[in-house]
């Protein structure tokens, strides 16, 4: 491995160089995706942990589980259509 210099890191493209703006939205983040895990069904589980840990889906399977996703988030009252846009 080589480190590269700092002036090299262009934050708005690096996904661990992001925090959330507060500990409000972090704790209302968490929440979301509790309820999400508890309702997603099992087979798309696997999926979900994909995306989670930063993997590419194909289209097919991102489609089906952003609509689950969505579904979820309707069902408990959460406006997710901007928000949970699953890459």
């Known amino acids: 491995m080589q480190p590269i210099e700092l002036d090299n890191v262009v934050d708005e493209e690096e ?8 500990v409000a939205d972090e704790v209302t983040y968490n929440e979301i995706v509790n309820i999400i895990d508890a309702n997603l069904p099992v087979a798309l589980r696997k999926d979900w942990l994909l995306c989670q840990g930063d993997t590419k889906l194909p289209k097919h399977r991102r489609q089906r589980l952003q609509e689950a996703v969505l579904e979820i988030l309707k069902e408990h009252n959460i406006d997710g259509e901007d928000s949970w846009q699953i890459e």
Do not use: I, R
Not at 15 to 22: A, E, I, L, V, Y
């Open 15 to 22: 996904h661990n160089m992001k925090t959330n703006d507060s």
